[in-house]
């Protein structure tokens, strides 16, 4: 187990290794009328060792910000998931879990409320998760579940997907048809005032850092309290309007910890307008970092990963996004399947209706809840293919942010 001292992504490495660099400087200083036998080679070798400290500094100041290597295993390539998921140990949420579910009709899943406190971005908002029916089953304690991380728009909170998009429905029928495995979905609050401040999920400059509290501290989370794959290979993302834009660019932030996306309605650049906050300050590269179409066009280090971009043609600007988006990506190992419907607009209605084949898309693309080993009588999961497009009944077109 790595001392905390030196945690790759600590803030007392990054102070340790600072601390020397002057220290190297300052020494040099101070001794050079002291000992004058080779001072002119100490010194080089002081200041040059000091200012790849500098160097280093600034990396590990970056890769903490970023989130590019999480570990030490990490960065030398030894930290890739297992095909088969270690042993399972209960989760903190399992005896809860196990109590709704003895409660809930057979073949329902059950939603539990809770307060994700993130570690790294330091916040703690209320949040939802759905567990599937198959959760808490005794033949089913020793699995890890696939995760979809569900994200809405602006207004938006986690209870739009459950109360307007009646999501634990949909995902009972979409797991017992069986065009879906079992999966656990994880609904965060995307801002510290939903009502009135659009976080557009990025990380703000100067300012509360979302897209680390939505990647980094919900994963850190769902892993511990709850029996979920750990790889990227069993994460996904799937939002609506805002949350469509969200879906996108969280699965194109370096780290690219998610194997597929669903943006709905969404776009592919941060929303500028009245009720949003200049996000990034004038920033133009940080503002680029967020915009996945160019992204796909200039990050040469992308992943293989899914995007699902669905819209209706009533509401102009996400389609015309998405196609931009979807030529962008030609080339890249970024794979685009574009959806738009001829009728519709940019409401719960559509959004409703493209839903369920998002939903198949994402569960294409991920991996199956895994055991420890197979075992006679361990329930077989079926692989899901992409539902057909679906057809949506014309609806007034109102703007992006309702």
Known sequence: MVHPLVKLTGT???????????ALVAGAVLTWRRWRRCRMVRTVAALACSQLLVALTVGLAVNQRQDFFSSWTDLAGADTPPAVAPRVTAG???ARA????????????????FRLHGARSKLNLPALVYLPPQYSLHSWRQRRFPVVEFLDGFPGRPTHWTNSLHIQTMLDAEIRA??????VAVFPTQSTDPSTRDSECVDEVHGPQYATYLTSDVKQVLRRDFRVLPGRSGWGLIGYST??????????RRGFGYAAAASISGEFAPYTG???????????TVREANTPTWVVRHDRHLPAIAVYAACARPDPEPCQEGRTFARAARGSPVSVQKVELPTGGHNFYVWRAVLPAALDFLSAHLSPPLAPAAAPGHPKTVLPTPAPAPTARPVAHRSRRP
Request: glycine share 10%; hydrophobic share 50%; with cysteine.
């Open 12 to 22: 007392t490495l990054i102070a340790i290794v600072a601390v020397t660099a002057v």
């Open 92 to 94: 903190a949420m399992d």
């Open 98 to 113: 196990a109590e709704h579910a003895r409660n809930a009709e057979p073949g329902h899943g059950v939603v539990l409320a």
């Open 178 to 183: 069986g065009r879906m495995p079992p999966t």
């Open 243 to 252: 949350g469509g834009f969200c879906a996108a660019n969280l699965a194109l």
């Open 274 to 284: 009245p009720r949003v906050d200049d996000l990034f300050h004038g920033d133009r």
